[in-house]
């Protein structure tokens, strides 16, 4: 680590006061402007080079500190909200008496997600004035104790109740991590990041078909199968909300696991990404940028179009399965192949696009296996004789979630500026969570076992989904070639590399002092623009 203007060693004496500035109350005219708190730290005006031993070293660090939390509560969270698929394979539905012929139990699925579209609004402010890391953990913690109290819920009005507090209380979890990933790391480490945590999806579903397996086979005189299900995931929530709360970092700047000079290297790393890490300052003009930006809108189309096949499939997936002429021990063994296909798309998917620097190819073949397996449960009848067949087509549907963290990941790293970040994952949010909502409404146990009407809308969804991407590209060149002539009418080079792409063994050949000379590119990266009125802002397709 050195300043660019004079080399110095990685030994460079840093003081105690220039650490501890960004804890100082800001200056009435900074305070105007609503800096990174990042620029804090590094005074503004210190410019340092990160060897790639260095940045190896320092996201070495991060990982074993910061993921092993995203993914522990993440899986949890995942675990939390599929409990009701698990519980309706063992007898909630008639337990809970619950009308098989009407929508009573789709509802169940779809009010988590209406207490999550209700609360992103007000998560987005949170997420921008609260320090991240005890928020998370109280978040966790609150959760859990709701899903503890939904085993005294023994009919459809106190599931409704319970439910809804659970999806209000998990509404911050997924957004919050995005927010998380992008303050620590760059952008070419930011896509493997979030499809690591989203892969707890596909953990879930195998190892909670294996928890479910085992804790209904558990006979209570006092509680049914599903009541055991849900108190045992509560107390589990609750246990891991405490070294949640007491080891997660609030940013980089606040972080106990990093000493000073460490501090900067994690903060200045960031500096290509051009995004910041964050300012705890609301801004309004940020918001109304990002309800105007067309970017937001093609990203909310895509959450949207993506969260209803996923709402349907994975409330009814078990019911699905157990149409397939299976008993309910079957069906949850045989829903677990589910999980690892998930895995294995959501990783691989997130792999091929850091690999080729790309997201828009990698969704479109994500959408390809899930049409085909949508087709194959469309044509083939139900008889046991096909039964090899229909699970065949249910598994290649499962390839979807490997699609939402590249479009999260493809948001988050075309957009600057922190309020404006945060405001545009709460609408993505609420897309996905209007998805999730309407998606089990499609199907419903009265059109067992053939579920013709969801499997037909989302035959269209997967193919919207591919069309929406191809306009994100077009609208994605018009930008970059916009900000290309903004740089040249300032006085710098059109051509700017993207060093925020480039992996740990790229940047031994690249100078990572190039585009510093180009005119004081990334001068901005930590002044809190937003990635319109930033013009050294690369976009990413």
């Given at each position: 680590m050195a300043k660019t203007d004079p080399p110095?060693?990685?030994?460079?004496?840093?003081?105690?006061?220039?650490?501890?500035?960004?804890?100082?109350?800001q200056k009435p005219g900074e305070e105007k402007r609503g800096r990174d708190k990042a620029a804090e730290l590094l005074n503004a005006n210190e410019r340092i080079v990160v060897t790639p031993e260095d940045n190896k070293r320092i996201l070495r660090k991060i990982d074993l500190t910061i993921l092993p939390i995203l993914l522990a509560v993440y899986c949890l969270q995942s675990l939390d909200k599929t409990t009701l698929s698990y519980a309706s394979v063992f007898g909630l539905i008639e337990d809970a008496n619950l009308n098989p012929k009407s929508d009573q139990f789709s509802w169940l699925g779809s009010i988590v997600y209406i207490a999550q579209l209700v609360m992103q609004p007000l998560v987005a402010v949170l997420l921008v004035k609260l320090p991240i890391g005890k928020f998370i953990g109280v978040m966790v913690f609150v959760w859990g104790a709701i899903l503890c109290c939904m085993t005294a819920a023994t009919n459809w009005g106190g599931l409704m109740a319970t439910r809804f507090l659970l999806g209000a209380f998990e509404a911050a979890v997924a957004p919050a991590f995005i927010a998380v990933v992008?303050?620590?790391?760059?952008?070419?480490?930011?896509?493997?990041?979030n499809a690591a945590w989203y892969a707890m999806l596909g953990v879930v579903n195998i190892l909670g078909s294996l928890l479910t397996y085992g804790l209904g086979h558990i006979v209570s005189d006092k509680l049914h199968s599903y009541q055991i299900i849900f108190l045992f995931c509560g107390l589990l929530t609750v246990v891991v909300a405490i070294p949640v709360y007491i080891f997660m970092p609030d940013s980089a700047m606040e972080a106990k696991f990093l000493n000073h000079d460490e501090k900067l290297i994690a903060i200045e790393r960031l500096r290509m990404n051009q995004m910041g890490v964050a300012s705890r300052v609301w801004k309004w003009e940020?918001?109304?940028e990002a309800f105007l930006d067309p970017k937001t809108w093609l990203w909310f189309s895509m959450l949207t179009a993506v969260s209803i096949p996923s709402g349907g499939i994975s409330t009814f997936g078990p019911l699905i399965i157990k149409a397939f002429g299976f008993g309910k021990f079957q069906t949850i063994l045989f829903n677990m192949p589910f999980g690892l296909v998930q895995m294995i798309a959501t990783l691989g998917g997130a792999a091929l696009a850091t690999k080729f620097k790309k997201k828009s190819p990698i969704l479109i073949l994500l959408c390809i296996p899930p049409i085909i397996g949508i087709i194959i449960l469309m044509v083939v009848g139900r008889e046991k004789s096909h039964r090899a067949v229909?699970?065949?087509?249910?598994?290649?549907?499962?390839?979807?979630?490997?699609?939402?963290?590249?479009?999260?990941?493809?948001?988050?790293?075309n957009t600057g500026g922190d309020t404006k970040r945060k405001v545009t994952t709460a609408i993505l949010f609420v897309g996905a969570s209007a998805g999730n909502i309407l998606g089990p409404h499609l199907f419903t146990p009265a059109e067992a076992?053939?579920?013709?009407?969801?499997?037909?809308?989302?035959?269209?969804?997967?193919?919207?989904?591919?069309?929406?991407?191809?306009?994100?590209?077009a609208w994605i060149t018009v930008l970059n070639r916009k900000h290309a002539a903004m740089r040249t009418q300032m006085g710098k080079a059109a051509h700017v590399v993207d060093l925020s792409m480039e992996t740990n063994r790229q940047m031994k050949d690249a100078d990572e002092t190039a585009n510093a000379e180009l005119g004081g590119v990334g001068d901005k990266a930590f002044d809190d623009e937003t990635d319109l009125k930033n013009e050294d802002f690369i976009y990413l397709y």
């Open positions: 110095s060693p990685i030994e460079h004496d840093i003081s105690k006061n220039e650490i501890d500035t960004f804890e100082a109350v992008q303050m620590w790391y760059r952008r070419s480490e930011q896509t493997n990041r940020h918001v109304k229909l699970l065949a087509g249910y598994y290649m549907t499962s390839f979807y979630p490997g699609i939402s963290p590249l479009i999260y990941s493809w948001s988050g790293q076992p053939l579920y013709s009407r969801g499997l037909r809308a989302n035959l269209a969804l997967f193919v919207t989904i591919m069309v929406l991407v191809l306009l994100a590209v």
